[in-house]
């Protein structure tokens, strides 16, 4: 059996991976016997499928995006099954907390609620749900629902806390169901996500930071957190002053130049960037008009000047 060829990548910052189940759908009917208490009837409705992506942002949030592609209305339901004695809900926020004994608690956020519903099942029996089968003991599943056409888009951030849960949010949220962004703020920390739901390059823009110039371009994911730019799939991105595209889908780390300590901030057209191959292969990348093969692992160097860099540097003193 060959393995999939799923799309992933690994650092020291950051972890991603996606997959696809497309394979249909039946109806669950529950039978009170010992084993295998479900049986699943009828004809199989392949007309949506899901594809999870799991991003991990080192050491201390992971964002599931959850992407239900097809046609026609359905009931999608995502289900959490926690290792506490019992979790509550935020009825505000719809955000989860487990109730542990220790001092290790995950707190759940939905980050798209509309039109969202969250229900706990605690040792439900009929059928049963939140349960640790083989050791008989009660925990808490967390189920999440939406009904609507599709596609149906769930995004939920996963953090662990010890004893004062963290604030997560997220804003500038844009999203047709086929794509995914949005800022994502966790306590003083701001991560910037682009997703693609079939993990294929779509169009993306990010606006300019301070740590980092505005992106323009095609990729299936991008992960932008201060200078630091992490990107599967890409086929193209452009900034100030910089084009990288790639002959075929690449995984790219992009390090900017720190800020200038005149302006505190990238100025188009004068920075420099560190561009490392995050895949298992060599990828050969045009970068600014010139062809370069890049091995795993590798990185290549781009310095880019502009003729007005100083004078502007001088207009900015005065």
């Known amino acids: 059996m060959e393995p999939v060829k799923n799309p992933w990548f690994t650092t020291p ?88 004994t220790d001092a290790a608690q995950l707190q759940l956020t939905p980050l798209m609620p509309e039109g969202l519903s969250t229900r706990k099942a605690l040792g439900q029996m009929d059928p049963p749900l939140g349960w640790v089968p083989n050791e008989k003991r009660k925990i808490p599943t967390i189920v999440m629902t939406k009904n609507q056409d599709a596609p149906a888009v769930f995004v939920t951030a996963l953090a662990p806390y010890r004893t004062i849960a963290p604030k997560v949010t997220a804003e500038e949220i844009v999203s047709d169901g086929n794509s995914w962004r949005g800022t994502i703020r966790k306590d003083d920390r701001v991560v910037t996500v682009f997703v693609s739901a079939n993990s294929s390059a779509q169009p993306l823009e990010f606006p300019a930071s ?40 690449a995984s790219l780390r992009i390090e900017f130049s720190p800020p200038t300590a005149a302006t505190g901030k990238i ?48 207009e900015w003193w005065r």
């Open 210 to 249: 301070d740590a980092s110039p505005s992106l323009k371009g095609r990729a299936g994911m991008v992960i932008r957190e201060g200078s630091r730019v992490d990107v599967s799939g890409l086929e193209s991105l452009d900034f100030p002053g910089g084009q990288i595209s790639a002959e075929k889908p």
């Open 13 to 100: 910052e950051v972890d991603y991976v996606a997959s696809t189940y497309d394979s249909g759908y039946q109806t669950a009917e529950y039978e009170k016997k010992p084993y295998f208490p479900f049986r699943y009837t009828g004809e199989r409705d392949t007309s949506v499928s899901q594809t999870r992506h799991l991003l991990f942002l080192k050491p201390d949030l992971v964002l599931s995006l959850d992407f239900f592609l097809g046609s026609g209305k359905h009931r999608y339901d995502l289900y959490w099954h926690l290792n506490a004695p019992d979790a509550e809900i935020d009825e505000s926020t719809q955000s989860i907390r487990t109730l542990r």
């Open 267 to 314: 100025l188009p057209g004068n920075f420099g960037a560190t561009i490392t191959n995050l895949g298992p292969e060599a990828v050969n990348l045009r970068i600014n008009g010139k062809i370069r093969e890049l091995p795993a692992g590798a990185k290549s160097e781009l310095q880019e000047k502009s003729a007005g860099f100083f004078q502007r540097l001088l």
